[in-house]
Nanobody, 118 residues
Framework: QVHLVESGGGLVQAGGSLRLSCEAS????????MAWFRQAPGKQREMVAIIRWDGTTNYPRSVKGRFTISRDNAKNTMYLRMINLKPEDTAVYYCNGQSFNDDQLAPWGQGTQVTVSA
């Protein structure tokens, strides 16, 4: 079974930037899609970036233009570059994926905490 480990979170001031990493225990280059999610206290988990098998990406309006998802198949790693961070971006960030059978790729990991101070 694939396992995913998120890293790169931290405390940053508003307007700052971070790059998150999601390392897979084995290749996920054959996944239908990989995505980043976040969950703030008291809120539901939401998707903030997706990259599909063909390289196309999508972002919700709340992060579009500030977040960039990318992947390095050779390193079994996916990234989320975040710039111009806002306090409302504070959350635990998770990664996961979807197979072509529409199954969730891996169990949820521990996530990585991102805290943006005003």
């Amino acid at each position: 079974q694939v396992h995913l480990v998120e890293s790169g979170g931290g405390l940053v001031q508003a307007g700052g930037s971070l790059r998150l990493s999601c390392e897979a225990s084995e290749t996920v280059s054959g996944a239908k899609a990989m995505a980043w999610f976040r969950q703030a206290p008291g809120k539901q988990r939401e998707m903030v970036a997706i990259i599909r098998w063909d390289g196309t990406t999508n972002y919700p309006r709340s992060v579009k233009g500030r977040f960039t998802i990318s992947r390095d198949n050779a390193k079994n790693t996916m990234y989320l570059r975040m710039i111009n961070l806002k306090p409302e971006d504070t959350a635990v960030y998770y990664c996961n994926g979807q197979s072509f059978n529409d199954d969730q790729l891996a169990p949820w990991g521990q996530g990585t905490q991102v805290t943006v101070s005003a």
